[in-house]
């Protein structure tokens, strides 16, 4: 059925919504593919709004949305995009709308995609369809036990950990960067152990694939690779007229060739992101993917620029637009709001970090007795240890915080036992899953695990090898229960009953294995819950992997239990977020910059935009607040590990117009008890007298 309205002379409402520039990025190509198009939108500009508004405007003006490719950078953000598409379609197409959102079946993340796209390839690639995906700490493990049977776990000099040797593997896969200048450039005390990791490396792959796994990095790699074949390629790119990427600053070098191979003159692509605000290079994100877009396909590209901004005062945008404009390197723009304010960014000079402390904390709770909800005031800080002195203050002070990141969902152990034996039954050759899963039976350790999966892999088929194993006599009452489940979920998935008997199973082990286990209980019937919104239990299993949910119980305390809380932050995790009030800690060199963070001038180029980024969350008021005397933890143990730190270098004095300086102190009384002798006094002197 063609729902779509090809009247070009017809100009549906919702582009009145829309400011010039948005409007130009919506109508580029009124609908039909067309040269490549680049949207620079900068902090605050609309940049969702527009990617939602032009995905709704192809489809109004007749693209098929099942051959629209749109890539975001996290589940969530691809549904919700959906969403806006469908309302904005509405306006024009009715209760039709709700098909033609549901027909927009390739909308997901670069991840996500990629696991869909090598299911229906898995034949002509050399893939089992069946192949499972592992986490990060699943490849952690597996790379482990790879760097355990090459004896690198007993060298005479220390081997780099499981964690970091895959950290090693993943930079060097998605930089697309040889081993030895991932080594040189970003592990430095690694570089003597080049041979080993690769060799490590190599026996990694080869696990993984005796194993039918992938990993994350795997999703992305194996699509590339995929992609060099010819008459996989061209058939790759027929399927697609257009394809819309978010957040282009944050692709790293191996997404970008997939886009290369998908969309190799450009035609009916679109990306879009700002270069300001690509701050995610430890993550191997490279921001010459956006700055180099325009010259990389034959087809010239367009560019739109989005400059007004909706969210922050025009003072505010004024000191980012300064701090910005010192770049070597950036597309153009000056944010601009309607927005105004007589009130400038404050620079805040402060003693040292407790003052810094105590500065915030007043603040903030000024702002809640003027009205100010808590939860709409960040505090923003380069590295999550700054936080030291300010998780104490606010403690103090009864205000309720909480701190962003932490234990995720899927990184609670009774979380993934879970989801280890529905992974264990659903790939019997998943070695790490098999070993979880084995171990949870009282009786049976690492050798015997090993033993295990040693017998099912020798077998014909796996379940009469585990059938045939026989249980050491502390394990024998708990073997059958197990053995029942296992050949139960093998023998053919009813999803999701599956979790339900999974869960049945576990429990006894949970309340073993845990003493909080009726808390940890709530966890696995909200997976169950969330099992019974999926179609599949393979579908369940590759996008629970892929875009984890929050933590729920293990992190549950007061501050979720309040109404009202405040956000503590770091940059990296703020970017996307917005807040009335900011305060951005730390606002000194050696801090932003950070010390480790001026090696190169592309580092230093990062940091400034770090800085950006903080500023502009803010809405109404922004603080960047300066302790002249601050810790720091990097330095040796001798002497007093505190600095005396000068400001930014990223606000020089021709820039400090755009700020209101001022400086505070906190007011002690001499009878104060908090207050801090001005005294020193040598009491292992008086010590050693006392015995002579």
Sequence with gaps: MNLAIRDSSFRPAYLDKLNAEQRLAVEHGDGQVAPPLLVIAGAGSGKTSTLAHRVAHLIVKGADPRRILLMTFSRRAASEMAKRVERIAGEVLGRDAS?????????????????????????????????????????????????????????????????????????????????????????????????????????????????????????????????????????????????????????????????????????????????????????????????????????????????????????????????????????????????????????????????????????????????????????????????????????????????????????????????????????PRDRVAGFRVLQLLPGIGPSAAAQIVETMATSLDEATGLARYRPPQRAAEDWPPFLSLYEGLRAGAKWPADLERIRLWYEPHLERIHEDATMRRADLLQLEQIASGYPSRERFLTELTLDPPDATSDEAGPPHRDEDYLILSTIHSAKGQEWKNVFVLNTVDGCIPSDLGVGSKEDIEEERRLLYVAMTRARDTLHLVMPQRFFVHGQAARGDRHVYAARSRFIPASMLNAFEQTSWASVQAKDDPRRQPQVRVDLGQRMRGMWK
């Excluded at 191996?254 to 190799?264: D, M, N, R, S, V």
């Design 99 to 427: 098909v033609i959102a549901d027909a927009l079946f390739w909308a997901g993340t670069f991840h996500g995609i990629g696991a869909r796209l090598l299911r229906d390839y898995a034949l002509e690639i050399g893939l089992n369809p069946a192949f499972t995906i592992h986490d990060r700490e699943d490849s952690a493990d597996l790379m482990n036990l790879a760097r355990h049977e090459l004896g690198f776990s007993k060298t005479e000099g220390r081997f780099p950990t499981k964690g970091t040797c895959l950290q090693i593997y993943s930079r060097a896969v998605n930089a697309q960067t040889p081993l030895g200048e991932v080594l040189g450039a970003v592990f430095p005390w690694c570089a003597g152990w080049a041979d080993q990791l690769k060799e490590l490396f190599s026996a990694y792959v080869e696990a993984k694939q005796a194993q039918n796994v992938l990993d994350y990095d795997d999703l992305l790699l194996y699509w590339a690779q995929m992609a060099t074949e010819p008459e996989i390629a061209a058939h790759l790119s027929s399927r697609f007229d257009h394809v819309l990427v978010d957040e282009y600053q944050d692709t790293n070098r191996l997404q970008a060739t997939i886009l290369t191979a998908l969309k190799p003159d450009g035609s009916g692509l679109t990306v879009v992101g700002d270069d300001a605000q690509s701050i995610y290079s430890f993550r191997a994100a490279e921001v010459r993917n956006i700055l180099d877009f325009p010259k990389q396909f034959a087809r010239q590209a367009s560019i739109v620029t989005l400059e007004r901004n909706y969210r922050s005062t025009e003072t505010i945008l004024a000191a980012a637009n300064a701090v910005i404009g010192e770049a070597s390197e950036r597309f153009t723009k000056n944010l601009w709001s309607e927005r105004r304010s007589s009130e400038k960014p404050l620079l805040v000079s402060v003693r040292d970090e407790a003052e810094q402390a105590s500065y915030v904390c007043q603040a903030i709770l000024a702002e809640r007795e003027a009205g100010t909800a808590l939860k709409s005031q960040a505090v923003l800080l380069r590295a999550s240890h700054h936080t030291g002195p300010l998780e104490i203050a606010p403690t103090r002070r009864n205000i309720p915080f909480v701190k962003f990141g932490g234990l995720k969902f899927l990184d609670a152990a009774h979380v993934k036992d879970m989801l280890a034996v529905l992974r264990f039954a659903e790939n």
